[in-house]
């Protein structure tokens, strides 16, 4: 089973500030990797998909990168809907697996 | 729109059995392969079963082997997770979940639904 390893566990910022989410992989996935944010009450939604590309509606600020084992989500410039728990997902091997979540919370 | 509305959740007995529902509209449910994830109450997710758009391929976490089957009615547009076996660590938000394309079954995921809470409990 793949895990992976997300940093930091939380982020604490300001809005207007970038946000740097590290998901890191036990062996490569390739680009097969996902990116959900999820906030209190609700389903995840998808962010990023196959690494780097944004999924429909998303909007530019919210980016993907990465390739094997290390992976960035970053988010340029925070908005106050931006609050919320991040989650990785690899789909490179099964069991699909997730990684453990970071939360940016306003500083 | 995509649609996903879960439903059969409630509190059961450890050893019981629980059946969810999951109600898909707003695309050709007959051609998507579909998953069920769920959440721990405070926790993160996890993976549960996957099944392909005409039934004949089935995947399970280690966790929920032999006690939970998945399965699906493309006449009636429905996924379901038939559970058996309950245990207290099965308590969480179970989500059923589209992949992205009609490639196939291991992908991410596009769309969710809003979740139906199982607790098991005595």
């Known amino acids: 089973e793949i895990v992976l390893t997300q940093s930091p566990a939380t982020l604490s910022l300001s809005p207007g500030e970038r946000a740097t989410l590290s998901c890191r992989a036990s062996?490569?996935?390739?680009?097969?990797l996902a990116w959900y944010q999820q906030k209190p009450g609700q389903a995840p939604r998808l962010l990023i998909y196959?690494?780097?590309n944004r999924a429909t509606g998303i909007p530019a600020r919210f980016s993907g990168s990465g390739s094997g084992t290390d992976f960035t989500l970053t988010i340029s410039s925070l908005e106050p809907e931006d609050f919320a728990v991040y989650y990785c997902?690899?789909?490179?091997?099964?069991?699909?697996?997730f990684g453990g979540g970071t939360k940016v919370e306003i500083k | 729109q995509v649609q996903l509305v879960e439903s059969g959740g409630g509190v059961v007995q450890p050893g019981r059995s629980l059946r969810l529902s999951c109600a898909a509209s707003g695309f050709t449910f007959s051609s998507y392969g579909m998953h069920w994830v769920r959440q721990a109450p405070g926790k993160g997710l996890e993976w549960v079963a996957v099944?392909?758009?005409?039934?004949?391929?089935?995947y399970y976490a280690d966790s929920v082997k032999g006690r939970f089957t998945i399965s699906r009615d493309n006449s009636k547009n429905t996924l379901y997770l038939q559970m058996n076996s309950l245990r207290a660590e099965d308590t969480a938000v179970y989500y059923c979940a589209r992949v992205g394309t009609t490639v196939t079954v291991l992908e991410y995921f596009h769309h969710w639904g809003q979740g139906t809470l199982v607790t098991v409990s005595s």
């Open positions: 997902q690899q789909y490179g091997n099964s069991p699909l697996t």
């Open positions: 196959d690494a780097s």
């Open positions: 099944i392909s758009y005409d039934g004949s391929n089935k």
């Open positions: 062996q490569s996935v390739s680009s097969y």
